[in-house]
């Protein structure tokens, strides 16, 4: 008889996004006409067209493709040189940071990474994360057994959860305990919130005196607009003995349907075996990389070395203003219906507070049977979520309008 991982049972109910899909579709085949106005601002994903830069590289990739003579096939698991040499020349080397090529590794998404990497991690870490959280930290940690069952709140025994409220601007205190890797994601995903570079200072300083890792997730460092706030964990010293970073070309490049992301692992970043003897990580999960995964698509990482271009760029720039201008045509609605709102600053969510007495899934199905928008309830985030929902600016600027105006017109 097959045994099965027992630890998906204790999963609570469905991952947050295709329970959110389950109450759209059950509307929508409910209400054949609001369905015709529905107005999806609920997950992150990107609305506007692929960069022409990306399309152009990509059509040539698909030529070459087409030909015996440059044709393809297996690539390095790693990534390509051409790819990993632009994300370090453009994305760490130009701003003073010490990131090698071979330091970088491609994949297909931050999403698959930011699980994945914990196999290359041994079993008795105590792991803390932000409440509320990106689900995929938590739930990742749940299937491979690091945690104990859920209580009636949704929290894991076994993990540390650091809260993250208005009072601290959504970026945990430093915890009195020692713990062994931290999940830390700024820009935030959910609340849109940014750490400071004294912040992440602090969280190097205790995660190198702990012996830590910083699992670092900076998917949405692209849409910072204040120059004063980190865009890498590696901005602050120390960061390399200390620190994975996660990057994505889904949100700043368009490429949720693409598919191409990349992890940095230095070298001089150390784990430690039972018996307290240094192991490198590099060599692990680049083991893990080369086992598991056969590497993103020669077209793919063309198309993402596009982006690296002057036009790419400029078309990049182009994207963020968007997505940007969309957040803070959202935060003033909020604000003008006199909610209380967080984020949308320097990232593409924006974080709401409940009315009073109205709970995250009220407010998600108050704004889906009235406004007929479909948003995220933060709940669905942790506890610490309830009472607020996120709306997301990946859409078009005319239904952004759109839900300002419905959102104005709520009771």
Known sequence: ?????????????????????????????????????????????????????????????????GDRGTFKGYGPEQGYDFLRTAIADNDYKARGLNIEADEIFISDGSKCDTGNILDIFGAGNKIAITDPVYPVYVDTNV???????????????????LKCTPENG??????????????????????????????????????????????????????????????????????RDCAIEFRSFSKNGGFTGVRCAFIVIPKTLTGTTKDGTKQALHPLWSRRHSTKFNGASYIVQKGAEALYSDEGKSQIKALIEHYMGN?????????????????????????????NGVTSWQMFDKMLNEANVVITPGSGFGSAGEGYFRISAFNSRANVEEVCRRIAALN
């Open 1 to 65: 008889m097959a045994l099965i991982n027992e630890n998906y049972l204790k999963l609570k109910a469905g991952y947050l996004f295709p329970e959110i899909a389950r109450r759209v579709k059950a509307f929508t085949e409910a209400n054949a006409d609001a369905a015709k106005r529905l107005i999806r601002c609920g997950i992150g994903d990107v609305t506007e067209a692929l960069p022409e830069a990306v399309r152009y590289a990509m059509h040539e990739a698909v030529d070459e493709m």
């Open 143 to 161: 299937m491979c057994g690091n945690t104990g069952d859920a209580n009636e709140a949704g929290a894991y025994a076994g993990l540390v959860y």
């Open 170 to 239: 959504f970026v945990p205190e430093i915890p009195a305990e020692k713990v062994d890797l931290v999940y830390l994601c700024y820009p935030n995903n959910p609340t849109g919130a940014t750490a400071t570079r004294e912040q992440l200072t602090a969280w190097v300083a205790y995660a190198r005196k702990h012996g830590s890792i910083l699992l670092y997730d900076a998917a949405y460092e692209a849409f910072i607009q204040d120059p004063a706030i980190p865009r890498s964990i590696y901005e602050v010293e120390g960061a």
């Open 327 to 355: 957040a803070a045509l959202l935060v003033e609605a909020c604000q003008k219906a006199g909610l209380s709102v967080f984020g949308g600053a320097n990232a593409p969510y924006v974080w709401v507070g409940c009315p």
